[in-house]
């Protein structure tokens, strides 16, 4: 089973969402904070389960209702271990300052 680890930027990509929907609707933040994290969790078992994105990384894509969020993270076969790099909501800019 693969370890899955968060980078310091994907941590501040979820406190950021975090406070995004608390701002919005308090019940809702909490339970989408869920669902992105039981999402990752699948990583664990299942490193490869994302699509091939740009640079060799992954992308998973989090579905939430109508729209839904996107993690993009790397698989290190030889340390069988996830890199969690970002996490972002749909409609958001992209990735570029990752690569």
Avoid: C, K, W
């Avoid at 030889?78 to 570029?96: P, S």
């Amino acid at each position: 089973m693969a370890q899955v680890v968060y980078s310091d930027h994907a941590v501040t990509d979820m406190e950021r969402l975090a406070d995004f929907l608390v701002e919005s609707d308090p019940a809702l933040a909490f339970e989408t904070m869920a669902i992105i994290r039981d999402a990752v969790d699948i990583l664990e078992r299942h490193p490869l389960i994302g699509r091939q994105g740009e640079q060799g990384m992954r992308e998973m894509v989090i579905s939430r209702g109508r729209t839904g969020y996107i993690a993009i993270y790397d698989f290190i076969e030889a340390d069988d271990a996830v890199l969690v790099l970002a996490i972002r909501h749909q409609r958001e800019a992209g990735f570029e300052n990752l690569f």
